[in-house]
């Protein structure tokens, strides 16, 4: 089983920054991918940005403004957010896919973690 645990989000003015992290641990083999999510009142769940291996996506509209980051040796993804938008303002959480010790295959969630945007 595969644990994520994310931090770092909170209240912050238009414009300003926070960068948000999530640690996995458990029964990890490797990890194929991570990545975050949010949610917003009343929309679904779009993907922000994404890792795998040495490659990132991120949705179109937090494109110049938001970088996603993995340090592998820690089982650790970070987003930081820049330049940040009433818009962004939803619930980020965390996902990660891969393989366990078990040889299974898992993709995880974290418990979200709030991030809120004021004008």
């Known amino acids: 089983q595969v644990q994520l645990v994310e931090s770092g989000g909170g209240l912050v003015q238009a414009g300003g920054s926070l960068r948000l992290s999530c640690a996995a641990s458990?029964?990890?083999?490797?990890?194929?991918?991570m990545g975050w999510y949010r949610q917003a009142p009343g929309k679904q769940r779009e993907l922000v940005a994404a890792i795998t291996g040495g490659n990132t996506n991120y949705v179109d509209s937090v494109k110049g403004r938001f970088t996603i980051a993995r340090d592998s040796a820690k089982n650790t993804v970070y987003l930081q957010m820049n330049s940040l938008k009433p818009e962004d303002t939803a619930v980020y959480y965390c996902?990660?896919?891969?393989?366990?010790?078990?040889?299974?295959?898992?993709?995880?969630w974290g418990q979200g973690t709030q991030v809120t945007v004021s004008s």
């Open positions: 996902n990660a896919a891969g393989v366990t010790l078990s040889h299974r295959a898992f993709g995880s």
């Open positions: 458990g029964s990890i083999n490797i990890i194929s991918s």
